[in-house]
C-alpha cells in the first residue's frame, strides 16, 4: 500500500483554494460576464460597466435605447437581479433632458446629497419610484444606478464609482 505524504496533500489543498479564490475574484470583479461584454461594445461601442455589485445580484440582460428625440444619441441599461430585486445600470449623456443623469450632472442637482469615492463624484437621489446615484465622468456620459429604495445610499455610490471603461 502506498502512503500519501501530508505535505503534498497540503500543497495540493493550497493550489485548489489559491484556484478557486481567483476564479471566485474575477466573478466578483467582472459582473457583467466576458461573452456579453463583447456584444455590447459591438453594439454600443466603447463604454462604461460595473466593477462592483451587491452581494447576492446577478447579470440579467442589456439593452440599448434610443435617447429622447434621438438627438441625443442611445443610451445602454443593463440590469442585474437578485431573487426579483432590480438594480439598474444606465449609460447615458447627461444634456439628454428625459434621461436619469440630467438633474444629477447640472450644478445644482435637486434635493441631492453628494458622497465622494475615491477621487469620484456621486450624486444620490431618492424619489417616489427608486433611489439613483450618478457619476458624471464628463460633459456627454454619465453613469447612473437605479434600485427600487432596496440599498443605502453608500452601497449605490459604491456601485456607481465602480464603473471601469469596456471596449
Known sequence: MRRVLP???VVVVA???AAAASYFARASVTPVPHAEQQRI???FGRTWLPGFLPPGYIFSTWKTEPGSASMYGDRLIVDFGNHGDLLGWVVSDPSDPDGYA?????SHPFEATI???GARRIVYQSGNHGTTSTLCLRPLL????WDGHSHSAET?????ASARPVG
Open 15 to 17: 493550489v485548489a483554494l
Open 41 to 43: 461594445v459591438a453594439s
Open 115 to 117: 458622497y465622494a469615492v
Open 156 to 160: 449605490l455610490a459604491r456601485f456607481a
Open 142 to 145: 454619465a453613469i447612473t444606478v
Open 102 to 106: 440630467h438633474d444629477a450632472c447640472s
Open 7 to 9: 505535505g503534498v496533500v
